[in-house]
């Protein structure tokens, strides 16, 4: 089946650093891939797409890349701020209208 | 513009009762879905909807149902709770491409907990 995996683990960062943030999936052969970001007792918000023929797209102080051979995702915060401290989610369409999910980063950044 | 609004935010349930959560969204998206989300589980999709009177499931469907008489209205009903059930509920929507959705709106979510 399609499995979405993200470092389960909290990324401690100090302000001004870069966090990255890793998205791998097996089982398929996605289309595009999605990331969005999510505040405690809210729902997620979306924050960019890049598709599968696009190495890297950006946009203010975020940066993702997508390697289709690896089947990863790589999300980059540049001059990180404790504001971006929140869970960030990874997403796919395997098709269909079913998107799926990674279970998400926790990202703190320190001041 | 209020995006997607769900109802209520918190409920609590005794195991064998029923309810129905609300999901309204007032952007004329074709597409509307429910998810539940659990601790170290990520988002897991229950049921979507690509238009008014058309329903499918999605990964995790037993124990609820789903109808869509308007495309702004996607209730999903609980017919007889269970504590598995206790979660917390969102509901997303999104334009489609064909067969292709790309960008979710979600509301700010329903904690249910089923005792």
């Known amino acids: 089946s399609q499995k979405i995996e993200q470092n389960s683990e909290a990324l401690n960062i100090q302000e001004g650093k870069t966090a990255t943030l890793t998205c791998n999936y097996t089982n398929y052969s996605p289309a595009y891939l999605q990331w969005y970001r999510q505040d405690p007792g809210r729902g997620p918000v979306f924050l960019l797409l890049?598709?599968?023929?696009?190495k890297e797209k950006r946009k203010e102080r975020l940066k993702v890349t997508f390697d289709t051979t690896l089947k990863q995702s790589l999300f980059h915060i540049t001059a990180s701020q404790p504001a971006d401290s929140a869970t960030y989610l990874c997403a796919l369409d395997p098709g269909g209208f079913k998107t799926i999910f990674g279970a998400g980063t926790r990202l703190f950044v320190k001041a | 513009n209020a995006g997607v609004t769900q109802t209520p935010k918190f409920q609590v349930l005794k195991t064998g009762q029923s309810m129905t959560l609300q999901c309204a969204q007032d952007m004329n998206h074709e597409y509307m879905s429910w998810y539940r989300q659990d601790p170290g589980m990520g988002l897991r999709l229950i049921h979507y909807s690509v238009g008014a009177g058309i329903t499918d499931q999605g990964e995790v469907p037993n124990g609820y149902n789903v109808s869509r008489s308007t495309t702004e209205d996607f209730p999903l009903r609980l017919l007889s709770a269970a504590p598995s059930q206790t979660s917390v509920y969102f509901c997303a929507s999104s334009y489609t491409f064909g067969r292709v959705q790309e960008k979710l709106f979600f509301g700010s979510g329903t904690q249910l907990s089923v005792l």
């Open positions: 890049i598709r599968e023929n696009e």
